[in-house]
Structure formats: C-alpha cells, structure tokens
C-alpha cells in the first residue's frame, strides 16, 4: 500500500500533463476561426493595389513574388498546421474540417494565381494587363470563396455561440 501510495503521483502527472495540454475552445477558436482571416485579408482585388504603389514608389522591399509569399502563403500555412494539429472532438470537428477547407482552398489560390499575378507584376506587365488578370480571376474564384467564406462565417457562429464566446461578424 506505501508504494501504491508513493507511485500515485507518478501516475497522476501524464494525466495532468495531457489534461492542461488540451486547447481550450477559445483556444481552439482562435487557432480555426480566427485564423481563418489571413485568407480573407488577403482575397480582395486591393491586395494588388497595395503592391503595384509600393512597386511604383520602389517601396516593395522584395519581389512580388516573394511579398506574396512571404506576406500570405506562409503564415497560412503555419495557420494550417495549427489547426491540423488540434484534436478533433464532436463539438469542434465542424469548425476544424470547415477552417481547413476555407484556409487550404485560399492557400491553392494564393500558390496558384496570386503567384502568377505577382510575376506578371515582376515581369514588367503593364498595370492594364495585371488588372485584367486580376479582375478574370476574381470573377472566376469569387463565387466558391465566398460560400466558403459564408461557410466558415456560419460554423464558426455557431461554435462561438455555444462555448460563450464573444464573436462579431461585421
């Protein structure tokens, strides 16, 4: 019974352990939903703007292509990782699979287009023919970006509602 008693602590430290190393659902918010704004800050048409004045002013410390991803590409991808390493349980498997298909449709389209758009940018291209590129792949991507974006909207609501956690669409 004495050794019982000195190995009860032992015993308990892995239970402890792993019980405070479990993100909590603010934790677990903030790692999906809340990350889930790098792809919207980056999908709009004035992320373009932004570079080509700085490009204009000779402000773009890089190329295009590397401000994009630097700037974007990799902090979404350590936002994916972040939300890949969550464990799922029945309350957050929704939020975490809908974050996921938010953040990694935004990440094939920022890998893809955006780096296209951005050396069309490094290339020289005119101002008129970067806006057409730009303006051909809103118009083509729009339409999924914004249901998903609605998507991750609604889901992460929904989660914040039912943990108590203060959240604001605006």
Sequence with gaps: MKHLLKLLPLLLLPVLFFACSSPTKEQIFQRTALNA???SSA???????EILEQKAKKNLPTSAKEYVSTRTIAPLNEAIEKVKDLKQSKDSQELIS?????????KRLFE???LRI?????AGKSP?????AIDQ???????????????????ASVF??????GYIVR
């Design 37 to 39: 704004n790098l792809v």
């Design 43 to 49: 999908y709009r048409p004035i992320y373009f703007s």
């Design 98 to 106: 809908t974050s996921l298909d938010y953040m990694e449709t935004g």
């Design 137 to 155: 792949m809103f118009t083509a991507t729009e339409t999924e970006m914004l249901s998903k974006q609605n998507n991750m909207v609604a889901v």
């Design 160 to 165: 914040a509602k039912e943990n108590n956690i």
């Design 118 to 122: 951005a050396e069309m940018i490094d």
């Design 128 to 132: 008129e023919e970067v806006k057409i």
């Design 112 to 114: 893809k287009e955006y």
